[in-house]
């Protein structure tokens, strides 16, 4: 499966950007999706993700709120809007998916085996 993230950009606190994720050679609906993040000098950290399984979403604690994944089936993509934003959401992100059956791996990257390449976000004050 190859991702192909989308929609980063510049942005000033308090407003809103929608990225998106477009998927080949797979069908999203067949795997788990998530988005995360990483900052300069920091870990990659999880943001959100969607449970192929039940079809049950999950947020970081900092997110929860403000931020929502969804699919679009019928274009093969996921979503991640983001209202609100702050600027210590300033990251690259990426999309990811993967077949992880191990409800514990929901919010770790080693439960997803394709990656996207990542798209900048940059909040401002």
């Known amino acids: 499966v190859q991702l192909q993230a989308s929609g980063g950009g510049s942005v000033q606190a308090g407003g809103s950007l929608r990225l998106s994720c477009a998927a080949s050679?797979?069908?999203?609906?067949?795997?788990?999706v998530a988005w995360f993040r990483q900052a300069p000098g920091k870990e990659r950290e999880f943001v959100a993700a969607?449970?192929?399984?039940?079809?049950?979403?999950y947020y970081a604690d900092s997110v929860k709120g403000r931020f929502t994944i969804s699919r679009d089936n019928a274009k093969n993509t996921v979503a991640l809007q983001m209202n609100s934003l702050k600027p210590e959401d300033t990251a690259v992100y990426y999309c990811?998916?993967?077949?992880?059956?191990?409800?514990?791996?929901?919010?770790?990257?080693?439960?997803?085996?394709?990656w996207g390449q990542g798209t900048q976000v940059t909040v401002s004050s």
């Open positions: 990811a998916c993967g077949a992880s059956t191990i409800l514990s791996q929901t919010r770790s990257p080693r439960g997803y085996h394709y």
């Open positions: 050679g797979g069908t999203v609906s067949r795997y788990n």
């Open positions: 969607w449970r192929r399984s039940g079809g049950y979403t």
